[in-house]
């Protein structure tokens, strides 16, 4: 399967078979929690940095360009999916498991592309740590931290 345009689907992009007989796609959303959103993926990405930045709401509404119930319902939705992933916590890794641990860095809404120590005493730097399990399942955590040493 393949990434492609489609202007059927809410995002824009789908996956579709690499053959040209077969006529299968499905969402690039599949297997993830939010399965069929009514906003543009991007926007839901802007409202969850905001969220994860801890900007109150007027700074938010301001960033993401809804209206405040809109990003009010996409906070719950945060708060909800948050409450679910630290109710059901799991273990990373084990014998013959690899893990994947990368950081990046984030300062002012900006990815800095190879982030150094020297960042840690920039304000308004957020580090976020990924790690990523090498199974078929796939399983990903992320986690803020305050550098890059924690």
Same mark, same amino acid.
């Given at each position: 399967?393949?990434?492609?345009?489609?202007?059927?689907?809410?995002?824009?992009?789908?996956?579709?078979?690499?053959?040209?007989?077969?006529? %299968? %796609?499905?969402?690039?959303?599949?297997?993830?929690?939010?399965?069929?959103?009514?906003?543009?993926?991007?926007?839901?990405?802007?409202?969850?940095?905001?969220? &994860?930045?801890?900007?109150?709401?007027?700074?938010?509404?301001?960033? &993401? +360009?809804?209206? @405040?119930?809109?990003?009010?319902?996409? %906070?719950?939705?945060?708060?909800?999916? +948050?409450?679910?992933?630290?109710?059901?916590?799991?273990?990373?890794?084990?014998?013959?498991?690899?893990?994947?641990?990368? @950081?990046?860095?984030?300062?002012?809404?900006?990815?800095?592309?190879?982030?150094?120590?020297?960042?840690?005493?920039?304000?308004?730097?957020?580090?976020?740590?990924?790690?990523? @399990? +090498?199974?078929? @399942?796939?399983?990903?955590?992320? %986690?803020?931290?305050?550098?890059?040493?924690?």
């Amino acid at each position: 399967m393949t990434i492609r345009k489609s202007s059927f689907s809410t995002n824009g992009y789908i996956y579709r078979c690499t053959d040209t007989s077969c006529n %299968k %796609k499905k969402s690039i959303l599949t297997g993830c929690i939010v399965k069929t959103p009514k906003i543009l993926l991007y926007l839901f990405l802007r409202a969850l940095f905001c969220f &994860v930045i801890s900007l109150d709401n007027i700074q938010s509404i301001n960033a &993401v +360009e809804f209206s @405040e119930p809109t990003y009010i319902k996409i %906070k719950k939705f945060i708060d909800l999916m +948050e409450h679910d992933l630290s109710r059901n916590r799991f273990i990373m890794g084990g014998n013959g498991t690899a893990v994947q641990v990368d @950081e990046i860095a984030i300062c002012r809404g900006r990815i800095i592309r190879n982030p150094t120590s020297s960042y840690d005493n920039i304000p308004n730097v957020t580090w976020l740590v990924g790690v990523i @399990e +090498e199974t078929p @399942e796939q399983r990903v955590i992320f %986690k803020i931290v305050p550098d890059r040493y924690s």
